[in-house]
């Protein structure tokens, strides 16, 4: 048998795209909830006020401008206000997902139900019941929860008093709310992770920055980047950097025994020929994302980091004590998010985004309505490349196909597509474990009910085994019906991955 015995198979969510209720239980507001929603061709926007009364709107991945502060404004849809109403549907949805057989669910804790301002002294009781009565629905069904403290989440407090991560005093307002979900779930959580693809945040949805910079243009996460922002958004990461390590103090210190896990999005890159340019070229590529996972396992900036940081003329601000503790309290395992493969071509231009780094389109590889490449084999390259520089346990906790999914007139749903889709990755891995001898601890596919697409803001690009009923504009009944797939799933699953 090719999956380890415990082999953790299951699904995963985020708080901001699954949970809704975003003003219920003295919640706080989070940018993600003035994200407007959007199209592949029409980009979420978020709209700010200057302190002259003025309006604008930034795309998701750009910094606000200095003195901003972001809105909600009438006659807009903001897709994570109900989502797909988690918050509600908690108990029927966790007994769905125990009917599939899962063995853990990957969910996120808003931080602004816990800490509504985020720098507020005290938790909000109403928001840790909640997560308590989740947990504890969780573990009646025999659900190991794998909880994400920071997934594309910032309380809009935090960004506007203190312009985000790139102040220091995050790290102190971090911590101080992962102690207290460390401490309260201490004992009904064992595996955690402590910031979600961390290779792919910037500007003011997920870090909470600001910037004036409107010159030269670096391509990243969801649009353009003038390079200073890079910069910006280059110290901003050092310092959450820090809060992870820290996070991982914190949490040993608390429960010997809790597993945590640094989170990248790791989708893998192909050269587009055997051209030297294009070799390297995608080698250093790579690099940008594996920067981070260096930092967080091997405890300190790699050689390299120099010549990425030198590309955007920045200048890393560190403090006594930081190199100390990023070496004394690195993660235990290695979870990451691959999606698609991408190619590296020295004439056109990349960017990362959700699911990962973007490139040149590869002539071999089908893709998904969205335009994401299918490449199972890839997955089983990306867990040996990843193994071989980190001998880490890994996790995959997320993967899948957005896909339009056809309602039949008798309710079924035949998403024959992603059986497919899945089939191909499960296939892949149990070759690595098999062949390669790497060592996989989970497998948790993406929005395993449909959820909201965090780049697009889209419902119908859907990701589940379960079907929600709710349209792009949240018109529907949230409804939730078993997929096709939900009943393949659930047969790999029983026959821990013999039966694919
Ligand atoms: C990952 C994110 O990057 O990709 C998820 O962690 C996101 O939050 C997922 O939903 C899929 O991307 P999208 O844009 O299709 O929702």
Not at 64 to 77: D, M, Q, S
Not at 354 to 362: C, I, L, R, V
């Amino acid at each position: 048998m090719a999956f380890p015995k415990d082999f953790l198979w299951g699904g995963a969510t985020a708080a901001n795209q699954y949970e809704g209720g975003y003003a219920e239980g003295g919640k706080g507001l989070a940018v993600a909830d003035l994200i407007t929603d959007g199209t592949k061709d029409q980009p979420r926007r978020i709209f700010y006020r200057m302190p002259d009364g003025t309006e604008g709107t930034i795309g998701q991945g750009e910094c606000i401008p200095v003195g901003a502060v972001g809105i909600l404004k009438e006659g807009y849809y903001y897709p994570s206000h109900v989502a797909t109403d988690f918050y509600h549907h908690y108990k029927e949805d966790i007994a769905l997902f125990a009917e599939i057989g899962f063995k853990v669910l990957r969910l996120s804790i808003s931080w602004t139900r816990i800490f509504p301002n985020g720098d507020d002294e005290e938790p909000n009781e109403a928001g840790l019941q909640f997560y308590d009565d989740v947990i504890d629905e969780l573990r009646k069904h025999n659900i190991e929860p794998l909880v994400t403290i920071l997934h594309f989440d910032m309380p809009v407090n935090l960004a506007t008093k203190y312009g985000g991560w790139i102040n220091r005093k995050l790290i102190d307002f971090y911590l101080r709310y992962a102690k207290t979900v460390f401490t309260r779930y201490k004992d009904k959580v064992k595996y955690w992770v402590t910031v979600n693809e961390i290779n792919v945040l910037g500007g003011y949805w997920t870090l909470g920055l600001s910037s004036n910079n409107r010159k030269e243009k670096e391509s990243s996460n969801q649009g353009e980047t003038p390079m200073a922002d890079a910069g910006i958004k280059l110290q901003a990461l050092h310092h959450l950097m820090v809060a992870s390590s820290l996070a991982n103090k914190a949490a040993r210190e608390i429960n010997p025994n809790f597993q945590m896990g640094a989170m990248l999005a790791l989708s893998g890159i192909y050269p587009a020929t055997c051209h030297p340019d294009d070799v390297f070229g995608a080698y250093e590529f790579r690099r940008k994302a594996l920067m981070f996972s260096d930092v967080l396992f091997r405890g300190s900036y790699p050689n390299y980091a120099q010549s990425i940081f030198d590309e955007y003329g920045f200048t890393l601000k560190t403090e006594r004590g930081d190199e100390e503790i990023l070496r004394q309290y690195p993660s235990d395992f290695l979870a990451f998010s691959y999606y698609r493969t991408t190619v590296y071509d020295r004439f056109s231009p990349h960017t990362t985004t959700t699911g990962g780094q973007q490139g040149a389109p590869n002539p071999y590889l089908k893709t998904t309505p969205w335009g994401w490449p299918i490449d199972p084999d890839g997955l089983r390259f990306v867990l040996n490349e990843l193994y071989d520089r980190y001998q880490k346990p890994l996790f995959i906790v997320e993967n899948g196909m957005g896909n339009q999914d056809v309602v039949n007139p008798d309710g079924t749903i035949d998403d024959d597509y992603r059986i497919d889709y899945l089939r191909g990755h499960v296939l892949a891995i149990k070759k690595a474990i098999e062949i390669d001898h790497v060592p996989v601890m989970g497998y948790t596919p993406w929005g395993c009910i449909d959820i909201v697409s965090a780049g697009t803001g889209e419902m119908s690009k859907r990701y589940g085994m379960i079907y929600v009923d709710m349209d792009d504009k949240g018109h529907g009944t949230l409804k939730r019906s078993r997929k096709k797939s939900f009943y393949w799933y659930q047969k790999v699953i029983s026959s821990n991955g013999e039966e694919v």
